[in-house]
């Protein structure tokens, strides 16, 4: 991802994942989530034709970027995540799998540096947390992190500041507590009945 410093007044180039030794980067001209044909539309200005590996695969490309429109945390990983909160045993899989799926799927296609990779990460960080899986919360908010500094710069932070704000996320323990207050109206619910 790049990012113009204004203090530098420098381009910086981030890398919001591992990158191989010898690897090719590339960098975008164009929204690189859109369909092949606006991207190819939006590229003509520039006199060239744009050679990475989604564009020499339209049909895959774009069917991959219309999955992870239709699959977003807004239009679906919230709505299970309001499910799994009132629903008692339901497993913690039940909450994260369809948003690890969309995740690889990101970085399989390689759009990391895209919104929907973060939205995802933010995601998998509150519904980590609602299940108090600090080890798992970690990780994906030093992801969200990174990707952050990528988009706009900053200082990494360490893990004893991350830490905190894992502990400090207003949706830690909410599974817990969202368990706990419904056992309270259930019991009042069940007293109103009785008399
Ligand atoms: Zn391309």
């Not at 970027?65 to 995540?81: A, F, I, S, W």
């Not at 970085?107 to 540096?113: H, I, Q, S």
């Amino acid at each position: 991802m790049r990012y113009f410093n204004k203090v530098t007044f420098g381009m910086e180039f981030r890398a919001v994942r591992s990158i191989k030794a010898g690897e090719e980067l590339f960098t975008y001209y164009t929204d690189p989530v859109i369909h092949t044909s606006s991207r190819q539309e939006d590229l003509k200005p520039y006199g060239f034709q744009c050679g990475c590996e989604s564009c020499r695969t339209p049909s895959d490309s774009d069917f991959v970027r219309m999955q992870l429109y239709r699959n977003t945390p807004m239009l679906v990983d919230y709505k299970r995540l309001v499910v799994f909160l009132m629903t008692p045993g339901l497993p913690e899989s039940y909450v994260v799998d369809h948003s690890l799926q969309q995740l690889e799927l990101i970085e399989r296609t390689g759009l990391e540096g895209s919104e929907f990779y973060s939205s995802h990460l933010k995601f998998l960080v509150e519904a980590y947390c609602a299940v108090e899986n600090l080890q798992k919360a970690l990780i994906y908010l030093r992801k969200l992190e990174d990707f952050k500094r990528a988009e706009s710069g900053g200082e990494e932070k360490s893990v004893k500041t991350l830490m905190q704000m894992v502990k400090e996320h207003p949706r830690w323990g909410w599974k817990t507590k969202i368990q706990g207050a419904m056992e309270v109206a259930g019991f009042y619910a069940h007293c109103s009945s009785v008399l």
